[in-house]
T-cell receptor
Framework: DVKVTQSSRYLVKRTGEKVFLECVQDMDHENMFWYRQDPGLGLRLIYFSYDVKMKEKGDIPEGYSVSREKKERFSLILESASTNQTSMYLCASSFPQASGSPYSYNEQFFGPGTRLTVL | RKEVEQDPGPFNVPEGATVAFNCTYS??????FFWYRQDCRKEPKLLMSVYSSGNEDGRFTAQLNRASQYISLLIRDSKLSDSATYLC?????????????FGTGTRLTVIP
């Protein structure tokens, strides 16, 4: 059974603090993703990684960075937390699509989410 | 313009009813389409993929209309356990990175 875990379910931080959100998957997936989910806006991709030490910006990378030192672990870093980063953060992982084939989609498996509040 | 748009609802239906959700996508090059289900305070999970010819899985039927860039999900004989938010999801990624675009979700409540 695929398992994606996130380090915290709830987190409260103060403005200006550095925040680390950790995600671990146990299915040997190459791809890992960080999303945030806000009411009325849905899930928005922050960053993704398709291999160790590789990272790509998603739709809303500003104010975030990521780290992928090991295949199973993908960390999201808020360098200086701000109140507009209060959100639900969801990590996901998947195998990559078959090379050159957009049809060969592989399901993304999500972690339980971290609800971050920045005061 | 959003990549994926869907009616947020909420849809409140009695048990046993049939309910349909619709979704439109903006990128005509999109190739893969899905419905995910998200229960309250839980993570999204894949409900079903949507194939060109339409497909059925028990009480759930998904349809795709490429010409109109439109996807639908039909739920027959609604159960209380169907209460959730249904996310329309599109993969327009040609790079192989498996990126998905999510709609904001349609909330369904099935009433006893």
């Amino acid at each position: 059974d695929v398992k994606v875990t996130q380090s915290s379910r709830y987190l409260v931080k103060r403005t200006g603090e550095k925040v680390f959100l950790e995600c671990v998957q146990d299915m040997d997936h190459e791809n890992m993703f960080w999303y945030r989910q806000d009411p009325g806006l849905g899930l928005r991709l922050i960053y993704f990684s398709y291999d160790v030490k590789m990272k790509e910006k998603g739709d809303i990378p500003e104010g975030y960075s990521v780290s992928r030192e090991k295949k199973e672990r993908f960390s999201l870093i808020l360098e200086s937390a701000s109140t507009n980063q209060t959100s639900m953060y969801l990590c996901a992982s998947s195998f990559p699509q078959a090379s050159g084939s957009p049809y060969s989609y592989n399901e993304q498996f999500f972690g339980p989410g971290t609800r971050l509040t920045v005061l | 313009r959003k990549e994926v748009e869907q009616d947020p609802g909420p849809f409140n239906v009695p048990e046993g009813a049939t309910v349909a959700f619709n979704c439109t996508y903006s990128n005509s090059a999109s190739q893969s389409f899905f419905w995910y289900r998200q229960d309250c305070r839980k993570e999204p999970k894949l409900l079903m993929s949507v194939y060109s010819s339409g497909n059925e899985d028990g009480r759930f039927t998904a349809q795709l209309n490429r010409a109109s860039q439109y996807i639908s999900l039909l739920i027959r004989d609604s159960k209380l356990s169907d209460s959730a938010t249904y996310l329309c999801v599109v993969n327009a990624d040609q790079t192989g990175a498996n990126n998905l675009f999510f709609g904001t979700g349609t909330r369904l409540t099935v009433i006893p």
